[in-house]
Every structure is written in C-alpha cells, then in structure tokens.
C-alpha cells in the first residue's frame, strides 16, 4: 500500500500547459470531488465550496483576476476548480450531527461534544478564526483533489496567483461568507512528464522531535 | 490505480483512542514526513515547519494547552504531529530557486516568474498573506501525511482544539514566525475499526458548475 500512494503523491507535479482537447465529464469531475470531501475537517463542519469553471465564459472571468502568468492553465486546462472556504458551515451543524447521532455513526459523547463544546466557539469566534478554520478544511479537500486527480490520470496544477478580493464576487459568491482559498487548474499535461520537478528542502530543516 | 487510493482515502478515519503500545521509529516518522513534502506549495516556499512529540516530557507540555476532549489522544498515540506554518519561508527562496535552475529542474522562465515577479510580492505582503499562505502549504503537507500513514498502517486525528495562542512557545518556536496551522495524532487505533464514519453532506451541496 505504502508503494501505491507514494507513487501517485511523487508523480503528482504542478502542470502549467494542458492538452486543450481533453474534456472532463461533470459525472466524473462529481465523483472526484466526492471522494476528495472524504477530508476530515475541523469538528466536520465541512466549510469548502467548490466551484468548477469548465466553460468558455467562465474562463473567461477568470482571466480578468488572474495573473497573466496562469492564463496558460486557465486556457488549456479541461477545468479550473475554484476552491473557496465557507465562514458560516457552521450554521448548518446541529443537523449533521443530530443525523449522525441517529445513524449510529458517531457517539453521543462525540456528537455532544461537538454540539455543547465545541459549536458555541464557532458560534461566538471572531472572523479571523472562522476564515483559518475555512481555509485549513478546504486546503485538505484540496490536497485529496489533486491526488484524486493523479490517480485519475489528470495532472494538476495549485494556483495561487490572482486578486482573491474579487475571486467570491466573480462566480456569484457572497465574499463575506466565501473565502477564497487556491484555484486548481485540471487536465492532462500537454507533454510527456519530464523529470522536472522541483527540488525540496532536506526534510532535517523542517523537522524537529521533542 | 483510483482504486488504491480512494481505499486508503475512505478508509482514513479520525481516531482518538490509540493502542499505547505501538511506537513508531523516527526513521520511519522521518521517512513519512519526507513523503508529506511532496505537497505543493505557493511559490515552491514550503512554508511548513513539523515538531514531533513522541516524548513523555513532550506530551506534558501539551496537555497544558490542548482542550481536555483531547487528552485521549495525547496519551496514547505513538506521537502528535504539530503542523506550523512558516511565515518567513521566502526568505530561503533565492537560493533554491537558482539551485532547482542550475539542476535544470525549473526553466529559466519559472525561475524568473518566481524570483521577480512573485516573491517581491512576498516581501511586501502583509502578515495576514503570509500567514494564510503559511496556512495553506502546511495544511496541504498535513493532508499528505495523514494518507501516508494510513497507507503504512496507522490511524490519526487531525486535533484543531488547543490554545493556538501557546503552541509555537511551548516547543520553542517564535510565535511572530511559526503559526499553529493543526496537530495530527498518530499510533494504531485500539480497537478493531468500525463502520463509524462521520458523514459528509452530499456532494450537490457543495458544487457548482460555470
């Protein structure tokens, strides 16, 4: 098992020039996204929105807040997955957990633990908070996507590169309850994989034990 | 291959009661992190930071700060992961971006595009940028590594509940520079696993097609 996985996340690499005629289905773009939102989550609350830009005038938009240096993944990618955090995903708690009580699918110590201790910090937390919460939960959704993605044979690339003030307003979002958070470009790479791939630090410079 | 991987994804669930028994090597502890920073990273900064508590002494100090709720996995996991963004990361990134050049593993138009059109921007960000950035890098590292050790056999807990406002003092980091981004309990679940998986809502909720 190690093996497989480890292909998939050393294999994965950021992919700026796709193939344009390659189209994803919105059923299987679906189906990834489902098994990306497997992520765990703060108190699961859930707090991701994703909108998928596989169209010619939503690319379009994009192109209006995007640094030039992405359009070459906004125009040949199959899709742009904008991944956006969501403030208020608490709201819609109580429900969730209620179900998952009677489901079986978690304790009632869990569930109120999660309801009695934890909710009331959503409840009154400050919006810096509510967006670090957002943003963390979309992230890891975000990571599964990508692997998802490899492991469908699409390459990926994260993007960071554009005005996240006007990302919420563009596609319809409310930007004081939509946070933006990466846009991932998805596709299948315009040349064979090259050995290219960035370097990282020695893992001794970014760990310590204690 | 989607097969593989969307096993080790749904069989991944939060975990917090360990086996106190199972330990894990810091090689092999090593070895998984080194996995985990395959992650991509805005700009290739790398802006995690990953501190290994797999001591008694270690685990004391944070039951000073983790939430109560959370003591279970504190004091049975072969280890808790604190996951710390870096908000300084840019300030190593002339060097490997000109070392990933002469290894010709970036082009030359990458090169540039970083150092001269991207990391200015990181120079002059303000706080709340670079923090979220940080943020973002380090959740998507965080991701990787609770899939790696999945796949190697353990079980985990990504753990928001502590004092944020204590983490990076309490194992000796500057809390100007490091942020608390989450912990990851790790070990082997202690009892046999169950089908109690938390649920998701459905996906329809949370796409939208433009």
Known sequence: ????????????????????KVKISRDEMTAMLKM???APSACNLQAWKFIVVDTPAGKEKLRHYFMPFNFPQVD??????LFFGNKLAYKKYRKLWQGMYKAKKVTKEAM??????????YEHASEAMLKTDATIDTSLAAMQFMLIAQAHGYD???????????????????PEQFVPVMAVAIGKSA???VAMRTSRYDIGESVDYQ
Not at 156 to 174: H, M
């Open 1 to 20: 098992m190690p093996q497989e996985i480890e292909t998939v996340m050393t294999k994965r690499q950021s992919i700026r020039e796709f193939d344009p």
């Open 36 to 38: 990306a939102i497997t």
């Open 76 to 81: 040949t990618s199959a899709a742009v997955v």
């Open 112 to 121: 109120e633990a999660a309801l009695n201790t934890f909710m009331p910090l």
């Open 156 to 174: 990926t690339n994260a993007i960071a590169g554009y005005d996240a003030s006007k990302a919420a307003e563009s596609v319809g979002l409310d």
């Open 191 to 193: 040349k064979a994989p």
